[in-house]
T-cell receptor, first 110, second 115 residues
Framework: DQQVKQNSPSLSVQEGRISILNCDYTNSMFDYFLWYKKYPAEGPTFLISISSIKDKNEDGRFTVFLNKSAKHLSLHIVPSQPGDSAVYFCAASASEDMRFGAGTRLTVKP | DTGVSQNPRHKITKRGQNVTFRCDPISEHNRLYWYRQTLGQGPEFLTYFQNEAQLEKSRLLSDRFSAERPKGSFSTLEIQRTEQGDSAMYLC?????????????FGNGTRLTVT
């Protein structure tokens, strides 16, 4: 059962523009959400997170938005840079149980 | 902080052989997790340790899989009688407490190919 879904396998944006990556979840018990970034031949690295008691968390160029009623979260990257090109995984957690989405490959073109 | 180290980086084996992977977590981290990632999918939880105690195993972890963390430091994941369906990237991660705060630190993984 896929409790965390990233429906866009890939996204391509121009350098300097906004990248918006989306994630949907089905389990209402999830109370913490994270985004990880993965470069080829490396493990995922933590990017940004948000608790279910918030609807927005910002860290520099990265902002995560959470819409609990829609069970939807999104990651905004502004402005996008070529170095942001990677696979982005959404993850959701309920206590010890953390589930990952299938990932979205972001390509930022110079 | 030298990061999470996994060895080997790549392993090619024939179906039916046994393989063992090693993970060295960040030294002060109590929690150690194993995940499996197949092509086009996100990491899937396999098992985790709190110090030397294995506290949870996913139903994905068949009885051909066994994990240990003797002395609460490094961990090994063994797969017996490998099958082609075991081909995947095996990721190890560690953290101070749970999986979210602070977040998991992942190693670079061991890619297993079963021929």
């Amino acid at each position: 059962d896929q409790q965390v879904k990233q429906n866009s396998p890939s996204l391509s944006v121009q350098e300097g523009r906004i990248s918006i990556l989306n994630c949907d979840y089905t389990n209402s018990m999830f109370d913490y959400f994270l985004w990880y970034k993965k470069y080829p031949a490396e493990g995922p690295t933590f990017l940004i997170s948000i608790s279910s008691i918030k609807d927005k968390n910002e860290d520099g160029r990265f902002t995560v938005f959470l819409n609990k009623s829609a069970k939807h979260l999104s990651l905004h990257i502004v402005p996008s840079q070529p170095g942001d090109s990677a696979v982005y995984f959404c993850a959701a957690s309920a206590s010890e149980d953390m589930r990952f989405g299938a990932g979205t490959r972001l390509t930022v073109k110079p | 902080d030298t990061g999470v180290s996994q060895n080997p980086r790549h392993k090619i084996t024939k179906r039916g052989q046994n393989v063992t992977f090693r993970c060295d977590p960040i030294s002060e981290h109590n929690r150690l997790y194993w995940y499996r990632q197949t092509l086009g999918q996100g990491p899937e939880f396999l098992t985790y340790f709190q110090n030397e105690a294995q506290l949870e195993k996913s139903r994905l972890l068949s009885d051909r899989f066994s994990a240990e963390r003797p002395k609460g430091s490094f961990s090994t994941l063994e797969i017996q009688r490998t099958e082609q369906g075991d081909s995947a990237m095996y990721l190890c991660a560690s953290s101070l407490e749970g999986p979210i705060s602070p977040p998991l630190h992942f190693g670079n993984g061991t890619r297993l190919t079963v021929t």
